[in-house]
């Protein structure tokens, strides 16, 4: 047999464990895993380096409404090089309406940016921010048929956060159309109590948005979050886990039986509060939801990410530009933490930071590593053909060169955000080829050929099947 590709010589990560093989990749395909497996159009070799499943990054946020002036940094092209850059194949963009748009118009808006633009795969997932009737009953169980089988609801932000009744309205329209609800787990009562008293006695400083957001606002939250999933019996992954507090309600919640997942992020493994109080308004930079906690919370973070509590290890890209008006130097934002921007960019290093904080550092097995960065992606949301070094699944695979010691640097990065919160930090293994579906995307850092990423329609999360 005579494949289109070889890749040779690697130790490969698979599901069923890290083994010397090679690769063969017929139409898009892996076609074979095996020894000498004998011919190909082209051959990559791969020496030295360790072959895992193309990163899935299912939370990052591309050309989102961020409101009136406010403009993120990315465009699905620019988010999508960075992604392949960074050794992912598969990204998960949230779909957020416009003021007054109906969701269904929101998503043919977003495959209208998106078509023809992607480095790597996409596929959306929806925000739902209003329960009308038309929303619930109509727009959401078609977007669901047609492989949007993900949605996200927020317990914060004035305009998206919905009351409990709401979500209670939208988890029950997930569990009869077989979709998965995610849930930003943040108290917005507790938040404007505290907003206020800060901004009152003149604590205005981006240090003030972690310290107006503190970890009982989101443990409370997650509490409720997963109860009112319990009420309904529905699966739901909590998004962005910061703390070793919200995950305690996690167990919790599972030892009574609920379906619950949980994500966490690099930020909450390597930035602190602290940042936020960099000097002048340098702190804005790391304004982000949940806020980096402090130090003493990496560990009870990096138990759960090493023992399994965590299912999924995601980015929350999303980027605004530092010296910009339309970014976190908003109207406002020096005056009040209130006015800045939610969110960092991170695509392009999320799996390098774990790659060497993980697997270099001696935490986690590569196995592990590809679950969380990959796999566990994959079959949470629906992505049936992809996520694994299998036959039978795409060919998304990405190279890694694990002695390669990189610094971190804005420069060298491809996002549209003019900084990276990881500036100087220095990592440890950095992917070095990107191969979507047998098709070289990243090389040595230069993102190739013209955007062949499409939109991948979900089946239903492996959960619910
Ligand atoms: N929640 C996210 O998921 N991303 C960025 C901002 C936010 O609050
Ligand atoms: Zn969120
Ligand atoms: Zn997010």
Not at 13 to 28: F, L, M, N, Q, Y
């Amino acid at each position: 047999m005579s494949f289109d590709t070889i890749i040779r010589g690697a130790r490969v990560v698979t599901p069923a464990g890290v083994t010397r093989c090679e690769i063969g990749i017929s139409s898009g395909r892996i076609a074979a895993l095996g020894l000498s497996l004998g011919d190909a159009t082209k051959v990559i070799e791969a020496e030295g380096l360790i072959a895992m499943p193309g990163g899935i990054d299912s939370h990052v946020h591309i050309s989102q409404p961020s409101g009136p002036g406010i403009e993120m940094a990315d465009d699905f092209s620019s988010a999508t090089r960075a992604a392949v850059a960074g050794g992912n194949t598969t990204v998960l963009p949230f779909c957020l309406p416009e003021e007054g748009q109906s969701l269904r118009d929101a998503v043919a808006a977003y495959h209208a940016k998106a078509a023809g633009q992607c480095h790597c795969d996409v596929s959306f997932h929806l925000i739902v921010k209003a329960t009308d009737p038309i929303t619930l009953g109509q727009d959401l169980p078609a977007l669901i048929a047609a492989g949007h089988t993900s949605l996200k609801v927020f317990m914060t932000y004035q305009g998206l956060a919905l009351s409990d009744r709401e979500i209670l309205e939208v988890m029950s329209v997930a569990k009869a159309q077989g979709a998965l609800v995610m849930v930003h787990a943040e108290n917005e009562d507790a938040i404007e109590f505290l907003r206020d008293k800060a901004e009152r006695e003149g604590n205005t400083d981006p240090l003030f948005h972690a310290r107006t957001r503190p970890v009982p606002v989101e443990r409370e939250a997650t509490h409720r979050a997963i109860t009112l999933a319990e009420i309904v019996d529905v699966p739901l992954t909590i998004v962005h886990v910061s703390n070793g507090e919200s995950l305690e309600e996690i167990r919790r919640g599972r030892a009574r039986g609920a379906k619950v997942f949980a994500e966490t992020c690099p930020q909450y493994i390597t930035l602190t509060a602290e940042d936020l109080d960099r000097a002048g308004f340098e702190g804005a930079k790391y304004v982000c939801s949940p806020p980096p906690r402090a130090a003493s919370d990496w560990q009870a973070i990096w138990s759960g990410i090493c023992n399994g509590d965590f299912e999924l290890f995601s980015s929350d890209h999303c980027p605004f530009r530092f010296a910009d008006p339309a970014g976190k130097d908003a109207p406002g934002a020096r005056k009040s933490f209130r006015n800045i921007p939610n969110g960092i960019p991170g695509v392009e290093t999320r799996l390098p930071i774990l790659f060497s904080e993980g697997v270099s550092k001696g935490r986690l097995s590569l196995e592990r590593f590809a679950a969380l960065t990959a796999t566990n992606h994959a079959r949470l949301y629906g992505l049936k053909d992809k996520g694994a070094i299998m036959v039978g699944m795409d060919a998304d695979i990405v190279l890694w060169d694990p002695e390669m010691t990189r610094e971190i640097r804005q420069d060298d990065l491809h996002h549209g955000s003019d900084y990276t919160p990881w500036e100087g930090f220095t990592v440890l293994g950095w992917p070095v080829r990107t191969i979507l579906r047998g098709e070289t995307v990243m090389q040595d850092g230069d993102v190739q050929g013209a955007p062949i990423g499409s939109h991948i329609a979900r089946s239903a999360p492996e959960v619910l099947l």
